[in-house]
């Protein structure tokens, strides 16, 4: 069985500074994708940033990045310059390998709050 | 028309009602989802069409019917739904590798969702 572990309900942070959201997930299988959405106060799932098991380098796009450990099952997502639009809940997900292949498992989420 | 759109956005209906939430995906994939968002609990798979063909059904009682008609195009019919089942209803859409190897890669992306409150 697949799970996602994300114990920060809350996070706030000032306008133009970095936050980093935590992610850890626990999977049996050697293959699998780990992927960051955000869903703002409109209920729409939109996909940030997606890093695969084997690859070698933290994934990147534009104000996002991923600090993936591998070794540690963690995920973490850091935004970089904060945006007061960036004010949502963000949640980390995973996909494996086998099984149920095509599920995605998503975490609990965490609310982020951009103070001006 | 871009990426995936759900309608209505909203849907209220008491618990004798039958209505029907629609999805259209607009960027030529070949899988789409039915999730469901609970107020406090993490999203949950409903349906899974693949090729137009129903792949997972993860323990959803009859109550909600799921149709693809073709690729583009996913339904969820809602019949004698209780007030429990009020929730925001996702659907997503993503391109499957046919082989299957490598499906951890493959990204869903999701609608704006319909936010359903039963009565």
């Known amino acids: 069985a697949q799970k996602i572990t994300q114990t920060q309900p809350g996070m706030f942070v000032q306008e133009k500074e970095a936050v980093t959201l935590d992610c850890t997930y626990d999977t049996s299988d050697p293959s699998y994708g780990l992927f960051w959405y955000k869903q703002p106060s409109s209920g729409e799932m939109i996909f940030l940033i997606y890093?695969?098991?084997?690859?070698?380098q933290n994934a990147t796009e534009g104000r996002y990045s991923l600090n993936f450990q591998k070794a540690r099952k963690s995920a973490n997502l850091v935004i970089s310059a904060s945006q007061l639009g960036d004010s949502a809940m963000y949640f980390c997900?995973?996909?494996?390998?086998?099984?149920?292949?095509?599920?995605?498992?998503f975490g609990s989420g965490t609310q982020l709050t951009v103070l001006p | 028309e871009t990426g995936v759109t759900q309608t209505p956005r909203h849907l209220v209906m008491g618990m004798t009602n039958k209505k029907s939430l629609k999805c259209e995906q607009h960027l030529g994939h070949n899988a789409m989802y039915w999730y469901k968002q609970s107020a406090k609990k993490p999203l949950e798979l409903m349906f899974v069409?693949?090729?137009?063909?129903?792949?997972e059904n993860n323990s959803v009682p009859s109550r909600f019917s799921p149709e693809c008609p073709n690729s583009s195009h996913l339904f969820l019919h809602l019949h004698t739904l209780q007030p429990e089942d009020s929730a925001l209803y996702l659907c997503?859409?993503?391109?499957?590798?046919?082989?299957?190897?490598?499906?951890?890669?493959?990204?869903?992306?999701f609608g704006p969702g319909t936010r359903l409150l039963v009565l």
């Open positions: 069409y693949s090729l137009e063909e129903r792949v």
């Open positions: 997503a859409s993503s391109q499957e590798d046919s082989g299957g190897g490598r499906r951890y890669e493959e990204t869903q992306y």
């Open positions: 997900a995973m996909r494996g390998g086998s099984g149920s292949a095509r599920q995605l498992t």
């Open positions: 890093q695969g098991s084997y690859d070698q």
